[in-house]
């Protein structure tokens, strides 16, 4: 009986672990936030959020910063970078939390000017390292 189970645990772990990776490399993404040229207000995070179709089978990504602007994109786990593709880069930086019973409770508390648009970028696949820098506009 003993060993009927440890067959069966066996089998279910080759199993599960078949289903944790994935058949599309990432390439390794990074870069720096600046808010109008200087320092960052405090800790955000940048979403990569995939434009068109992609044969990587493409997902959104995500790289935190802190007050040094510095981030590494992530898809799957962190810092491994993104599936090739193009990208629309969204700045989040708040100064809190939102207020439910504003009328705009996530434009108040963001240092993110609202004139700020999402710039594309192209990962191409087997490119070994892409340094982005990212100016934002900082919110008066």
């Known amino acids: 009986m003993h060993t009927q189970y440890c067959q069966l645990l066996g089998v279910m772990l080759l199993g599960v672990a078949g289903c944790s990776g994935n ?3 990432t390439v390794p993404v990074g870069g720096t936030v600046t808010f109008d040229g200087g320092p960052c207000p ?3 995070v940048v979403i990569f959020q995939p434009v068109g179709e992609s044969d990587s ?5 995500r790289g935190k910063f802190k007050e040094d602007g510095s981030f590494l994109a992530s898809t799957y786990a962190p810092g491994d970078g993104l599936l090739p593709g193009s990208y629309l880069m969204q700045v989040q930086c708040d100064k809190g939390q939102p207020n439910p019973a504003s009328p705009d409770p996530f434009g108040e508390i963001t240092w993110v000017d609202p004139k700020y648009k999402p710039q594309e970028i192209q990962v191409q696949k087997g490119a070994k390292l892409l340094d ?3 100016d934002v506009p900082l919110r008066e």
């Open 42 to 44: 405090g800790p955000g």
């Open 57 to 61: 089978g493409q997902r959104p990504g």
């Open 132 to 134: 982005i820098k990212i």
């Open 23 to 25: 058949n599309y490399p």
